[in-house]
């Protein structure tokens, strides 16, 4: 199997795109002189390949990337090489041979962070428990395979367990969601409390992806 | 990073332009710096990072310690909008505050059509437009590049514009900068210094009168201004600085690779092309410091591409063993090495076919012109033999396609020049018959014509750019005798903005009151069709009483007092006009290395003037 990066995207690192983030690494690891397999074929270039793409403008601090380490560098040396020739806000935490599939990586860990910061309205708590207190919350997600331009999700299938917890100009939302086949972008969590609750709209919402889990709940890696 | 900023980026495309912190991207503490510079690029940060000029001057002004540089491009029209929405003033990438608060911002001209652009980043800066409406000696605006060498449409915007080369003559304003704040001069009084130093015009130091017709009767220097402003060049490549540490964009931009600079001029005098005159004398590296800096700069960057950058990179003396030194170091590592701007001749071919070892896309030639006459008038010399047997070498190794480039309205121009176009491209295209090993994959030749835009310094700075429907005629010309050819496809350039940059290219001062018009009626972004309005252009010459025929359409007095009579980028006006006058003839002019034609640009170069 191939071997595997856990790594952190934070900052102005935010914003770099998926495309773009397996270029940079394409680079860094180029940089840092650590020798990667390549692809075969008429373009060879170096393999990577990033687990769950997160979206531009999340932050992370447990993102996989796949690759092949070729012979001469040791699993210990790569996250402090690494990190140093990545942009600001990357940060490669550990280096090691993947042992589990892929598939088995079951639900995420999101951090939403709600910000009111003319001080938040004492009832967006109530009216957030409420919509995810629901038996289900169905809304329409943009979806480019089918004909009406969009599907049917239902939210509450896909949330496996929430925290919720206020302070007095945030609200921030704790929740574990199925992470593939299908996974639930937390955007939606958001669209759903500001369409339910227009009059709780918060200022800005952040996201945070604080963990990648399998299906008992424990860390992936 | 800046909570505002923070705010706009989810709502807006590409929000990785907008945030800095890339590798290499550098970041210093201001409190231990003594200078800050905003240099700023008028175009989108994918077109901004990819030029080599703004990589050199950054790297140049940050290994002072005493300096800080950091970049600014020009944000796409969402980006504005937010920006504006929320009160967010132009910044610096690295650092995030707004550049009003910077000591020197400074502009990268290289295309008059983002001029716009500099006064829309102006005002999103919140710094006032004019210079005379700036009576602080900070933040000065200064601007290079190539446009400054005809910089008058600008002219009341900018405090100083900076001739030619910038390596040196940026760390001595400075210099001279820091003075003047120690020492708390007046801004009038920084510019009457500033003006001293070479290659530095100040044009508040001079004043333009007109004669009746609109043509300038008189350029007159003020406060001991020197009449003429020579450009500065960089004497010796090989001690020149070359950013082999340069900043690694975490997005895609234009031109994504190491760029190598193998020498600086060209040696063909091709009579239309101002770089050509521009960047004279020419100057070489060293291949073996060259090969140093390319392996270097890949190892830093990770880049798995390299370019090779020069007007006429076949010209360059030692390109074979350049590129063996390269490629020995490129092939086994899959880094990927071109070389544009090559002519169309049999040695380049070869190289190419080297270089190439796995991607056989289309080849790029400029013949500029249809037949040998033409080509001999604008001094091209390029012997349609030698086409095509670059075409038949690339076409027996594999190559299937060629793009044809050419202008319509050089002067001399005649209808048997224009079909000359249709027959090149035909027998170009029986060299494909000819010479394919594959004629089932069939062939793709494109004729590419634009409209020629004269420029100054150049041979054709006193001829008449074609009126519009001649253009469209000498088009649809071309178009109908190439309309029974299958296999090859016509494009011709839009007329519009090559007409605005024909005003422009050679406008005088009058022009920047119809720049403020056409910015202030929401002119931006110019040189991208999705904003540029050709009518609000035209609009915004009847609102300021002027004749835009006048600029493009004109044939000059060999006497005439251009309005670009101050800068000189070292060639002579003279030589310039006999080059002309040869064009007349059909006369060529043996390149540079033939025979010295006494140009005047091998005065620039100290102890010895040979060009090499």
């Known amino acids: 199997m191939a071997d595997r990066l856990l790594f952190s995207k934070t900052g102005r690192a935010k914003y770099i795109s998926h495309l773009d983030l397996m270029r940079t690494f394409q680079r860094a690891f180029a940089r840092a002189k650590i020798p990667i397999k390549h692809t075969e074929g008429f373009n060879p270039h170096p393999f990577v390949s990033i687990a769950l793409p997160l979206s531009v403008g999340y932050s992370s601090q447990c993102e996989i990337l796949e690759f092949g380490l070729l012979e001469g560098t040791s699993y210990e040396e790569v996250p402090a090489r690494l990190t140093a020739a990545m942009p600001e806000g990357i940060v490669v935490h550990q280096c090691y041979p993947a042992q589990r599939k892929l598939k088995e990586l079951a639900s995420l860990n999101y951090i939403m962070n709600f910000e009111y910061p003319e001080g938040r309205p004492q009832a967006a708590e109530p009216a957030m428990r409420e919509l995810l207190g629901r038996e289900s919350l169905v809304v329409q997600k943009k979806s480019n395979k089918s004909k009406k331009g969009y599907t049917e999700v239902d939210l509450i299938s896909l949330i496996r367990g929430w925290n919720l917890e206020c302070q007095s100009d945030t609200m921030t939302l704790d929740a574990v969601l199925s992470a593939q086949n299908p996974g639930l972008n937390p955007e939606l969590i958001r669209a759903a409390f500001c369409q339910a609750y227009p009059q709780f709209a918060p200022d800005f919402v952040t996201f945070h992806r604080r963990e990648v889990l399998d299906i008992e709940g424990k860390p992936f890696r | 990073m800046n909570r505002t900023l923070e705010h706009i980026l989810p709502n807006v495309q590409k929000p990785a332009r907008y945030t800095g912190g890339e590798y290499n991207a550098v970041v210093k503490d201001k409190q231990t710096v003594k200078t800050r510079f905003a240099l700023c690029f008028p175009d989108t940060y994918e077109i901004g990072m990819s030029n080599l000029g703004c990589r050199i001057l950054y790297g140049l002004m940050n290994e002072r310690k005493d300096v800080w540089c950091e970049r600014c491009f020009a944000p796409w029209g969402d980006m504005e909008e937010e920006m504006r929405r929320e009160?967010?003033?132009?910044?610096?990438?690295e650092s995030g505050d707004p550049i009003s608060d910077f000591d020197i911002i400074g502009f990268s001209l290289g295309y008059e059509m983002a001029y716009s652009n500099v006064l829309n980043m102006l005002d999103l800066a919140e710094v006032p437009l004019r210079s005379a409406d700036r009576p602080d000696l900070t933040p000065l605006v200064v601007a290079g590049g190539t446009c400054c060498y005809n910089p008058e449409p600008l002219a009341p915007f900018i405090d100083f514009f900076s001739l030619g080369e910038g390596e040196e003559v940026t760390l001595e304003y400075i210099d001279l900068y820091q003075q003047a704040k120690e020492e708390g001069w007046s801004k009038e009084e920084?510019?009457?210094?500033?003006?001293?130093?070479?290659?530095?015009?100040?044009?508040?130091?001079?004043?333009?009168?007109?004669h009746e017709d609109g043509t300038v009767a008189a350029i007159t220097p003020k406060d001991e201004a020197p009449a003429t402003v020579t450009k500065r060049i960089v004497q010796d490549m090989n001690k020149s600085y070359f950013p082999v540490k340069t900043i690694i964009p975490s997005t895609e931009i234009v031109h994504d690779r190491v760029m190598l600079e193998l020498f600086r001029g060209c040696i063909r005098g091709c009579r239309f092309c101002q770089a050509g005159y521009a960047y004279r004398p020419v100057r070489s590296r060293d291949p073996k410091l060259l090969a140093e800096y390319g392996k270097a700069a890949c190892e830093d960057s990770g880049y798995q591409e390299m370019t090779l950058s020069s007007l006429s990179s076949t010209d360059y003396p030692c390109l074979m063993e350049l590129c063996d030194d390269l490629l020995d170091y490129c092939a086994p590592r899959d880094i990927g090495l071109s070389l544009p701007s090559l002519r169309a001749d049999t040695f380049s071919m070869n190289l190419m076919e080297r270089l190439q070892r796995v991607r056989k896309g289309g080849l790029t030639f400029a013949p500029e012109a249809g037949t040998q006459r033409l080509r001999d008038a604008i001094n091209k010399n390029l012997r349609e033999e030698d086409l095509l047997q670059s075409c038949r070498t690339a076409f027996s190794g594999g190559w299937s396609g060629v793009k044809l480039y050419f202008m319509l309205g050089l002067p001399t121009e005649t209808d048997e020049d224009v079909l000359g176009i249709a027959d090149l491209a035909r027998k170009v295209y029986f060299a494909w018959r000819e010479c394919t090993p594959n004629k089932a994959r069939g062939v793709r030749i494109t004729v590419s014509t634009s409209w020629f835009v004269p420029k100054p310094h150049t041979a054709f700075q006193w001829d008449a750019q074609i009126p519009v429907e001649e253009y469209q005629r000498r088009v649809n010309l071309l178009r109908d005798a190439l309309k029974r050819d299958k296999s090859i496809t016509y494009n011709w350039h839009d007329p519009e903005t090559s007409y605005l940059e024909a005003v422009f290219s050679r406008g005088d001062r009058r022009l920047a009151d119809?720049?403020?018009?056409?910015?202030?009626?929401?002119?931006?972004?110019?040189?991208?069709?999705?904003?540029?309005?050709?009518?609000?252009?035209?609009?915004?010459?009847?609102?300021?009483?002027?004749?835009?025929?006048?600029?493009?359409?004109?044939?000059?007095?060999?006497?005439?007092?251009?309005?670009?009579?101050?800068?000189?980028?070292g060639v002579s006006r003279d030589f310039l006009w006999r080059e002309r006058e040869l064009c007349y003839q059909s006369q060529t002019t043996p390149d540079c290395r033939t025979r010295c034609s006494g140009c005047g640009a091998n005065k620039l170069l100290t102890g010895g003037g040979r060009c090499g």
């Open chain 2, 190 to 210: 920084f510019l009457r210094e500033v003006a001293k130093i070479p290659g530095i015009y100040v044009p508040s130091l001079y004043d333009v009168t007109y």
């Open chain 2, 514 to 569: 119809v720049l403020e018009w056409a910015w202030a009626h929401g002119a931006k972004m110019d040189s991208w069709s999705e904003y540029f309005d050709f009518q609000r252009w035209m609009d915004a010459l009847s609102a300021c009483g002027l004749d835009g025929d006048f600029y493009a359409h004109r044939v000059r007095e060999k006497d005439e007092v251009f309005p670009w009579s101050v800068p000189s980028v």
């Open chain 2, 87 to 93: 009160g967010l003033l132009l910044y610096g990438l």
